[in-house]
DNA sequence: CCGGACTCCTGTGCGC
DNA sequence: TGCGCACAGGAGTCCG
């Protein structure tokens, strides 16, 4: 499912295609992925059609499809924020994947080729070079927002989230880590901690960092916050050079596979013994997810148990 | 404030 | 070969 490295995985591969290219036509095949701040109707001036689109941003697992240039300021830097056209922030939820289909040229007697697109399509963008970009998710649990300008999406969207993973510092994580009562696997997974972490991730940092899920989030201390933030980017540095992780079904927009699901060291491998120390990795269930575990490399964490009785020492 | 249950949705993989 | 079912989970909502 794609996480924070898949969509900057697939935004890098975007970045080849779309800065430049109007979009010329826009089919809407399934509208309801589409939300609109209020309203109904696809609007966002109908999903960019007519614009050029001029960049590709990603906050955490948010993908932000902008068009024509922000204003020039003389001489200083230009946010993207600037932006005054139609914009759109694409989440690719579990399943969702954007894809950039070029039709091959007319071989068969000059017969005009149209692009097959691939079934769960909901919305394709044909481009003024001909390709095809395709928003298809078949499980629907992403979708698409549309935005008056770059402003109106970050106010409404981005702002909601914390800090992108690997931008957050590590003084920040440890105040919003201090902050709650929650345990460590459902804090990392709140995007409004830390935007970019996902299932897969939590599991693998934690048991990069020896730091067991249900550990309490407030437990940690500010050298281990430290060491998580640097074990976070590093890992996720090593995921986006391998393309990410195809665990199931995910491609980036070229529609090639990832590699890091071969680097993976618990997730999807309840069961099967650590490459650490041997033990036999544990599951079991935290933050609402199946989260894999290595009970003795990760064991060493004050764990938040269940009070079954508050009234333990009250006697 | 927090966890848990439930919702959305469809492809996959299992048992029979 | 095929049917039915449990399961996967990001994010939001609701409830206790």
């Known amino acids: 499912m794609p996480e924070l490295p898949e969509v900057e995985q697939v935004r890098r591969s975007l970045m080849a295609h779309l800065p430049g290219r109007r979009i010329v036509r826009v089919h809407i095949r399934k509208p309801q992925v589409i939300t609109t701040p209020n309203g109904n109707s696809p609007t ?43 914009c759109l922030a694409v989440h690719l939820g579990m399943t969702g994947s954007m894809h950039v289909h070029r039709p091959k040229a007319a071989g068969n007697g000059g017969k005009r080729q149209s692009t097959i697109l691939p079934r769960h399509t909901h919305i394709a963008w044909t481009l003024d070079d001909g390709a095809v970009m395709a928003f298809c998710d078949p499980r629907r649990f992403g979708g698409i927002w549309t935005f008056d300008n770059a402003a109106q999406l970050h106010a409404q969207r981005l702002a909601k989230l914390g800090p ?24 990392l997974l709140d995007q409004s ?33 430290r060491a998580l933030v640097r074990r976070m980017r590093a890992l996720l540095a090593r995921a986006i050079a391998s393309g990410g992780s195809t665990v199931r079904d995910y491609t980036d927009g070229n529609g090639n596979a990832g590699e890091f699901q071969f680097d993976l060291r618990v997730y999807g491998r309840s069961g099967q013994p650590c490459r650490v120390c041997r033990s036999i990795l544990a599951a079991t269930i935290a933050g609402g997810r199946t989260t894999v575990y290595c009970p003795s490399c990760q064991g060493r964490t004050r764990i938040i148990r269940k009070r079954r009785n508050s009234s333990k020492r009250a006697k």
């Open 44 to 86: 966002a001036v109908d999903l960019l059609q007519g614009q050029t689109i001029t960049s590709l941003h990603r906050h955490g697992k948010n993908l932000a499809i902008l068009t024509s240039p922000p204003p020039q300021c003389p001489g200083g830097e230009v946010s993207w924020l600037s932006g005054a056209s139609p």
């Open 164 to 187: 992108d993973a690997l931008a957050i510092k590590p003084g920040d994580l440890y105040q919003k880590l201090t902050a709650t009562r929650r345990n460590l696997k459902a804090t």
């Open 193 to 225: 901690v830390l935007a970019g972490l996902g299932n897969i991730y939590v599991d693998e940092l934690l048991f990069s960092c020896r730091l067991h899920p249900l550990a309490r989030a407030s437990s940690v201390d500010q050298n281990t916050v």
